[in-house]
T-cell receptor, first 115, second 112 residues
Framework: SAVISQKPSRDICQRGTSLTIQCQVD?????MFWYRQQPGQSLTLIAT?????????ESGFVIDKFPISRPNLTFSTLTVSNMSPEDSSIYLC????????????FGPGTRLTVL | KQEVTQIPAALSVPEGENLVLNCSFT??????LQWFRQDPGKGLTSLLL?????REQTSGRLNASLDKSSGRSTLYIAASQPGDSATYLC???????????FGKGTRLHILP
């Protein structure tokens, strides 16, 4: 298994600002992902964070809005840029500890409210 | 495109009852299926992972089954307790694109 921590756990931000969310894993992992969970909805994959290269974004998500860094095998950041109230969601970091579609683990999430 | 459906969307049962949550998926080309629990405003806790070659997995009072050919999985919770109250999510890992697709979840409320 993997123990995942996220910072901040929650934040309230003003429209037009940006927030960077950090994800730290207690062991080296092959794959890291960022998900969004809008109120009352299930999880939607934003992107796969690739170590040492640009993230792979899902349809509907772009790098300018959600820049992602992954400098090593245990750490990643997601920035939510130029925020609007529609960005109010829980943002979750997730990892797989083995290559291929093994068991997936999730961090505690970051609850973002944009006013 | 893989679609994952969970029925019912919400369920309330008295404490002590056994219950079944259902998950169906449209594309049987899967690597595995995973059941998660999510408490309000929190992250996801992995409950059970079933590989595509397996038929079921058990952990304590939880038993998950998988029928890949019919595109169905069930999560059986025995002797339910108020602490089981949460949203239960089913997620399917596709072997076509290495992504996992989530259902919308079942909100479970166990009445004391």
């Amino acid at each position: 298994s993997a123990v995942i921590s996220q910072k901040p756990s929650r934040d309230i931000c003003q429209r037009g600002t940006s927030l960077t969310i950090q994800c730290q894993v207690d062991s080296q992992v092959t794959m890291m992902f960022w998900y969004r969970q809008q109120p009352g909805q299930s999880l939607t994959l934003i992107a796969t964070a690739n170590q040492g290269s640009e993230a792979t974004y899902e349809s509907g998500f772009v790098i300018d809005k959600f820049p992602i860094s992954r400098p090593n095998l245990t750490f990643s950041t997601l920035t939510v840029s130029n925020m609007s109230p529609e960005d109010s969601s829980i943002y979750l970091c997730s990892v797989r500890t083995a290559g291929g579609p093994g068991e997936q683990f999730f961090g505690p999430g970051t609850r973002l409210t944009v006013l | 495109k893989q679609e994952v459906t969970q029925i019912p969307a919400a369920l309330s049962v008295p404490e002590g009852e056994n219950l079944v949550l259902n998950c169906s998926f449209t594309d049987s080309a899967i690597y595995n299926l995973q059941w998660f629990r999510q408490d309000p405003g929190k992250g996801l806790t992995s409950l059970l992972l079933i590989q595509s070659s397996q038929r079921e997995q058990t952990s304590g009072r939880l038993n998950a089954s998988l029928d890949k050919s019919s595109g169905r999985s069930t999560l059986y919770i025995a002797a339910s307790q108020p602490g089981d109250s949460a949203t239960y999510l089913c997620a399917v890992a596709s072997n076509r694109d290495d992504k996992i697709i989530f259902g919308k979840g079942t909100r479970l409320h166990i009445l004391p």
